[in-house]
Every structure is written in C-alpha cells, then in structure tokens.
C-alpha cells in the first residue's frame, strides 16, 4: 500500500514538473478573436430554426433534391421579393402540386402565415 502511494505521488510530481503557471499579465486561456466573426455566422435564422423543427426536413435539404427540390433550387426560381415570400409561405401552408413534379407536397395548415413568411425568405434568402 505504501509502495503504491510513493509511486502515485512521485507520478502526480513528475507531471506536475512539465506544467508551467501563466505569466503574471498572460490570461490562463488564449482566445482567438478572429473566430468571433465565424462562430456568429453559424447561428440559425428564424426561418432555418422552423425548417428544422418541422417535417420540412423529410422531403427537402438545402442543397440536395429529396423528395421535393432543394432550397437552393427553389432560391434559384423565385426572386426574393415579398411577392414570392407570400406566394411561398401559401404553397407551405396550403401544399401544392405541379411546380416541381408529381409528387405533391403536404399542406402545414398548423403553421402560421408568420411562421411560414419567415421560412420563405429564408428558403429565398439561399440564392447565390
């Protein structure tokens, strides 16, 4: 039992050797400031956080044709003016067939035309 304390303690030593205290003026942590700027770009809008809240996220991807088309398609469709927000956010909530294939898509009738605005111009604001 003694032996097993002496060779802890002369390991928590040893370890200890190799760690140095921060300078008197130096912070404990060095935090990149350029990352700032990045880590806020990262951050959801309103209309992305209710894409992904809501069953959109099984039939269409931002970049990738599922079932439905991709955001980006439909940005690439419809200029991003408040017409096609509202003509979009109606298509949402009431679904609609014949744009972009056969297959229709569901109406959202529980989704609020607010709700469904802010989704549309997010969906439109993915045009490059």
């Not at 942590?29 to 992904?52: C, F, H, R």
Request: glycine share 8%; charged share 20%.
């Amino acid at each position: 039992m003694k032996r097993t304390f002496l060779i802890l303690g002369a390991t928590v030593l040893f370890m200890a050797s190799f760690t140095s205290a921060p300078k008197e003026n130096e912070p404990a942590v060095t935090i990149n400031t350029n990352l700032a700027p990045k880590i806020a770009t990262m951050q959801m809008s309103g209309g992305e956080l209710l894409i992904n809240k809501s069953d959109c996220i099984g039939c269409h991807h931002k970049i990738n044709k599922l079932i439905g088309p991709a955001y980006t398609e439909i940005a690439k469709k419809y200029p991003n003016n408040e017409k096609n927000v509202t003509y979009l956010a109606g298509k949402i909530i009431k679904g609609g067939s014949g744009v972009w294939g056969k297959i229709p898509m569901t109406p959202h009738p529980k989704i609020s035309p607010s709700d469904a605005k802010l989704m549309a111009k997010y969906i439109l604001s993915l045009k490059k």
